[in-house]
């Protein structure tokens, strides 16, 4: 479990240093608590916005051992052609929440666009 003082770092999800399939299936538990309508997310999905020019994943990350943890994620949409982005959902796991866990993802979100 994460406390305040574990060190958390915001990554880009992509497919260099990321094994979709693991990152598919923890987005799919994300999904599950901030949908009434939860689907699985698939790595092709997760491919194609990791591929786009207009998408970005952003994961929150926690080393753990070896392992690099995914403790939190924000997507970024950017709509060219009405000139605006779209921002989310959040997602912060819930066993893993200090106070403003999630702030450093909406802020690097707000970076992005």
């Known amino acids: 479990m994460l406390t305040n003082n574990t ?7 992509n497919t260099d240093d990321f094994d ?17 309508t939860p689907t699985l997310v698939t790595e092709e999905q997760l491919r ?8 970005i994943l952003l994961l929150q990350v926690a080393a753990e051992g070896e392992e690099r943890l995914i403790v939190g994620m924000i997507h970024v949409a950017i709509i060219h052609l009405e000139d605006r982005a779209h921002i989310g959902p959040i997602v912060v796991d819930e066993n ?18």
Do not use: D, Q, W
Request: net charge positive; glycine share 4%; charged share 20%.
């Open 7 to 13: 060190p958390l770092k915001i990554v880009r999800c």
């Open 96 to 113: 893993s929440i200090p106070r403003g866990h999630g702030t450093p993802l909406m802020e690097a979100a707000i970076a992005y666009v």
């Open 48 to 55: 194609e916005i990791v591929n786009s020019a207009t998408n």
């Open 20 to 36: 979709l399939t693991k990152v598919a299936e923890r987005l799919t538990v994300f999904k599950s608590r901030v949908s009434r």
